[in-house]
């Protein structure tokens, strides 16, 4: 088998990849680690992604997005499933979590994204025969933040791909592995991939014309509209204007806010607390179908006066897996602010080593099980005494790095 590994790195460091690339066993010379890539470099990646993609003609596939996937992972997912369709190979798009940001419910009803909800507990989900997979393929995340890949490797599923732009995670290895922290967007990155003719997108063809309408909602998603885009960004966006359907993508941005979202950005907006330009706000228990509001409240904290910052929590219970889980979302306007590294140094690691969140470019988040303690929420008094713990808690440690003088929170 080929193994390629296509990570980003520090030009400063060295070039050469720990792995053997498939550029190199064709003869070519290895592939650039930048992210912006020129023409040559360019082709060489999707010469060694091609050379994969043809060792495993024939395989049926599970490609694995985060539990609950943005524009950008289900845009890349599915520009994936077609280019793997060209060697013959046939893919499942898979979510352990929910859909719940009204965006992604209407670009997936529109566009027909074909995309599938395996919820781990379900029994037909462990009726799964997946012997019938031969490989897993993570876009836009790395396994640390889906629920599935630990049950594919339990079925010993291997890792055939991995393409993403968040930071490199430990113990993360495939056959092939295209990692770029400092790209924007997984949806430049797949666009980058049809644009070197691994697949010709054709205007005649809906399929072709609702996936090009999803990687250009997913690449303006990952670029605040392409008010942080970059170079390569633009040049996917303008590859993707000649194909997807202004109207159609017109109609999944104006998908209205539910009352739901409403009240979580109402009450992120009561609760909040500004340190040093930082706003923190805790919104309590929130059904699991509405995880999504608690991005969505940071994404408009962050728009105050006198705000770079702002970070936005809540308990979520999840019914069918009988378990709770502090979920958080940062959104930041201050480039020198590196969500990733900020989020990891605040929360740290489990007992195996995983962090417990991570960020790219502007952007982070954060899921803290929490095992023992969940449920018996229906004692109203337990209910309030059991968030005043975990919201001190979480203060505790945003704190500690955005006002370590005053990080203490005195108890009442």
Request: with cysteine; charged share 20%; proline share 4%.
């Given at each position: 088998m080929v193994s390629t590994s296509l990570k980003s790195v520090d030009p400063k460091s060295d070039l050469r990849s720990t792995h053997l690339n498939a550029s190199e066993k064709l003869g070519s010379r290895p592939s650039?680690?930048?992210?912006?890539?020129?023409?040559?470099?360019q082709e060489q990646r999707a010469d060694a992604?091609?050379?994969v993609l043809e060792s495993h003609r024939g395989d049926s596939q599970l490609v694995i997005l985060q539990d609950f996937p943005d524009p950008d992972a289900l845009s890349s997912a599915w520009a994936y499933k077609l280019i793997a369709e060209q060697f013959d190979i046939q893919c499942e798009i898979l979510y352990a979590g929910t859909l719940s940001h009204q965006e992604n419910i209407a670009l997936v009803k529109l566009t027909n994204l074909p995309v599938q909800r395996w919820a781990c507990q379900s029994p037909k989900t462990k009726e799964k025969n997946l012997s019938a997979y031969q490989g897993c393929v993570l876009i836009d995340n790395q396994g640390t933040t889906s629920q599935l890949l630990p049950l594919l490797q339990a079925?010993?599923?291997?890792?055939?791909?991995v393409i993403d732009h968040h930071s490199l995670q430990e113990g993360v290895d495939a056959e092939f592995m295209d990692v770029r922290p400092n790209t924007r967007a997984t949806a430049t990155i797949l666009t980058q991939y049809l644009r070197s003719g691994l697949?010709?997108?054709?205007?005649?063809?809906?399929?072709?014309?609702?996936?090009?309408?999803?990687?250009?909602?997913?690449?303006?998603?990952?670029?605040?509209f392409l008010k942080q885009a970059q170079e390569e960004d633009f040049l996917a966006a303008a590859y993707l204007s000649r194909f997807y359907d202004s109207q159609l993508l017109n109609t999944v941005l104006q998908s209205s806010r539910s009352k739901q979202v409403m009240d979580v950005i109402e009450s992120a907006l009561k609760n909040r607390s500004i340190h040093n330009n930082v706003t923190i706000a805790g919104v309590g228990f929130?059904?699991?179908?509405?995880?999504?509001?608690?991005?969505?409240?940071?994404?408009?904290?962050?728009?105050?006066?006198?705000?770079?910052?702002a970070v936005v929590y809540g308990i979520v219970h999840d019914e069918d897996e009988d378990l709770e889980l502090v979920v958080g979302s940062l959104r930041t306007t201050k480039l020198t602010l590196d969500p990733d590294e900020f989020i990891k140094e605040a929360f740290g690691q489990d007992t195996q080593g995983r962090f417990f969140g991570g960020g790219r470019s502007l952007a982070g988040g954060f899921e803290i099980p929490m095992g023992f303690l969940s449920g018996l929420n229906e004692n109203s008094d337990y209910a309030k005494l059991k968030w005043s713990v975990y919201d001190t808690q979480i203060k505790q440690k945003l704190l500690r790095l955005v006002n370590p003088e005053n990080s203490v929170i005195a108890s009442s």
């Open positions: 650039s680690p930048l992210t912006s890539l020129n023409g040559r470099a992604f091609a050379e079925a010993d599923i291997p890792i055939t791909v697949l010709e997108f054709d205007g005649n063809v809906t399929e072709h014309v609702h996936c090009a309408t999803a990687l250009m909602h997913g690449l303006r998603s990952d670029t605040n929130l059904r699991y179908d509405n995880r999504d509001a608690i991005p969505q409240a940071a994404d408009f904290l962050v728009t105050e006066d006198n705000v770079h910052t």
